[in-house]
Every structure is written in structure tokens, then in C-alpha cells.
């Protein structure tokens, strides 16, 4: 994202007011030793993590917990090069390995751990804070998170560890429990919009991006930028639309293959899954507008039943089962 001050007017975010003001209190008394900061993919999770290393180590503050932007400091750390700030993306690593001849590991693997806690061992060298951000930490197999739990527990009193993951609850209930959690929500339309417009986006087009990125700020972004991002996105909703309206046994089918691919692919399910939400909200609005109270009831038991399809994909409920419990609901609500 960029670093547009829509939404919290200090730092540059847009929307997630309550992680601002969290974080930004932290910058004032001090922060805790680990953070982890979860929600959906394009969500503005690393930029959230990088406006608080700037905040924390800002050398020319203009406000308590509000970092210049523009001193030694903070440049460094938008460029990536501040030596007392260190980011690992786990996906990229991954992406690595399975390329790699010699490792077919798709997860992090316990050298990375020790290699993460060695840098947070060393004293930092311009600053109060020695800030690791770890994105994707959710990739961690089992035994990477618990060689890594160790520097949680004893970590050094410089240290920040800042954990961006898609699903708090994928981390062991150790490594949650010793870290302070922010659940990041999705924004809503019409502040995207502002910061497209701030960013100099045209306001129709910052509408259709906006209502389209549900509520993901990241994507907006980089839609705003790339019209294929925006044609992707409409063509998705067309597929779901053709998805709602089929009949009860293409429904199935549909929610069946979804269902066997969620263990390859779940963030391409869960997009399927935030697309479906935004096609029944719409449908709710609609309905409320033509005072259908039918069509109100439907779109709001279809959007009940997706939110609870969420809830049992994260409990590890059996995938072609959630999917299939959902698309019942739709046909019992369109009875």
C-alpha cells in the first residue's frame, strides 16, 4: 500500500483504526515483545507491521507514536534497508525450497528458526528496538514453531517479533498465548475509496475498485494499477453468480469440487468464499431497497450460512462437508 494517511490521519493506513490506536499506544509506553497480526491476505498486515517500525524507531517523532516518514530512519525502513529491521516471507522461502535440488521442504524449516532468533541475539546498532517481521508464520510446520517458541519465551528486552499470518489459529496455542494478537477486519468501501482518491484514482474507477476489493485495501492498490487485477475480479463474480443461480445439483457439484481442492489451494476457496459475500450483500441491498422481504430473508440466511462455512473450514471441519452444509442453506432459503 502507500502511504496515504486516509483513515487514521497519522499513520499510513487505511481503516484498521483500532490496530492503530493498540499500536500506537505501545510506541508511547512500550511495546510487548510479540505481536501477531492476523487476517486475510491484502489486508494491509505488513504495512501495519511497517508503519509500527517506523513509529517505534522514528528519530524526529512530529506526535507521541506517530512517525515523521521522512527522516534517516524511517526511509530506511520503507526501503528495506535499516539494520535494526529484519523481514522474512515465509512464502517466498517456500516457493525456494521447492525449487531447490537439494530440499523439497515446503514449510519453514528449523534452520530459518535458528537463523530468525540469531538475528534477534544481536544488540541493535542505531536504535532502542531490534524489529523481526515474519510474514506467512502460519507455513511454520509444527516443529519449526515450537524451536521457535523458545525465543518467545526468553526473548531479548530489545526485541519485537511482529507475526503476519492469514489465521491466528493455525499457530500453536503456546506461541498465541505469549504474543499479543490483532484480528485485522476487512475495510470498509468507502474508505478505500478515500485512499484511492487521495492516491490520485479517478472517483468512478476508485468506486468500482473499492466495492470490488472486499474490503482489502492491498488489492485495491494494486487493482487501481492493473486493470487485469479488476477483470479477474469481475470474471470471479460472474462464476459465482453462475454458481448461486444453477440448480440444486450443479450447486453441489460445484461446492464438492471446491471442497477437494481446498487442501491444494485455500486462499483460491476462501476468495470463492469472500466473492459469495459480496454477491449476497448485494443481494440484500437490493432486496432492502425493493422492500422484498423474501428476497431479504434469503440473501441473509445465505450469508449466515457462509460465515458459518468460514467458522467450520478454520475448526477442520471436513471441507466438501462445510461447502455442502452451505449451499443447502441457500436452497432452503430460496424456497
Not at 486475510?40 to 517505534?56: E, N, P
Not at 499479543?180 to 476487512?186: A, E, R, S, Y
Not at 474508505?191 to 468512478?204: H, K, Q, T
Not at 441473509?300 to 460465515?307: F, R
Request: proline share 4%; glycine share 6%; aromatic share 6%.
Amino acid at each position: 500500500m502507500s502511504d496515504s494517511g486516509a483513515g487514521d490521519g497519522t499513520w499510513p493506513i487505511w481503516g484498521h483504526s483500532h490496530a492503530v490506536r493498540e499500536l500506537k499506544a505501545a510506541v508511547t509506553r512500550g511495546p510487548h515483545h510479540a505481536y501477531i497480526v492476523s487476517g486475510y491476505q491484502q489486508l494491509g498486515k505488513r504495512t501495519l507491521a511497517i508503519a509500527f517500525a517506523q513509529a517505534l524507531l522514528c528519530t524526529d517523532p512530529p506526535n507521541p507514536g506517530v512517525a515523521c516518514g521522512a527522516c534517516r530512519s524511517c526511509l530506511r525502513i520503507t526501503r528495506g534497508s535499516h539494520p535494526d529491521v529484519s523481514e522474512w516471507n515465509l512464502a517466498l522461502q517456500q516457493q525456494v525450497a521447492e525449487k531447490s535440488s537439494t530440499s523439497r521442504n515446503l514449510t519453514l524449516n528449523i534452520s530459518t528458526v535458528r537463523a530468525i532468533s540469531a538475528g534477534l541475539a544481536l544488540q541493535p546498532l542505531e536504535s532502542r528496538y531490534r524489529i523481526v517481521i515474519v510474514d506467512d508464520v502460519e507455513t511454520m510446520q509444527e516443529t519449526a514453531q515450537e524451536a521457535f517458541l523458545k525465543t518467545l519465551e526468553e526473548p531479548p528486552p530489545y526485541a519485537v517479533i511482529i507475526l503476519l499470518t492469514s489465521d491466528s489459529e493455525l499457530l500453536l496455542e503456546t506461541i498465541r498465548s505469549r504474543s499479543t494478537v490483532i484480528q485485522l477486519q476487512p475495510v470498509p468501501t468507502a474508505i478505500i475509496a478515500e485512499g484511492l482518491r487521495s492516491e490520485g484514482v479517478e472517483l468512478e474507477q476508485a468506486s468500482v475498485v473499492a466495492d470490488a476489493s472486499e474490503g482489502r485495501p492491498g488489492w485495491a492498490v494494486r487493482a487501481a494499477a492493473d486493470a487485469t487485477i479488476l477483470a479477474e475480479r469481475r470474471e470471479l463474480y460472474t462464476e459465482t453468480q453462475r454458481w448461486i443461480e444453477a440448480d440444486r445439483y450443479n450447486q453441489l457439484i460445484e461446492a464438492t469440487r471446491l471442497g477437494e481442492a481446498f487442501g491444494k489451494d485455500r486462499n483460491a476457496v476462501y476468495a470463492r468464499l469472500a466473492a459469495l459475500q459480496h454477491q449476497w450483500r448485494n443481494e440484500l441491498l437490493t432486496s432492502l431497497e425493493s422492500r422484498s422481504d423474501d428476497r431479504s430473508t434469503a440473501a441473509l440466511l445465505a450469508l449466515k450460512s457462509i460465515d458459518t462455512c468460514f467458522s467450520d473450514l478454520d475448526a477442520n471441519v471436513r471441507p466438501k462437508l462445510a461447502l455442502q452444509t452451505m449451499v443447502l442453506q441457500w436452497q432452503s432459503s430460496q424456497q
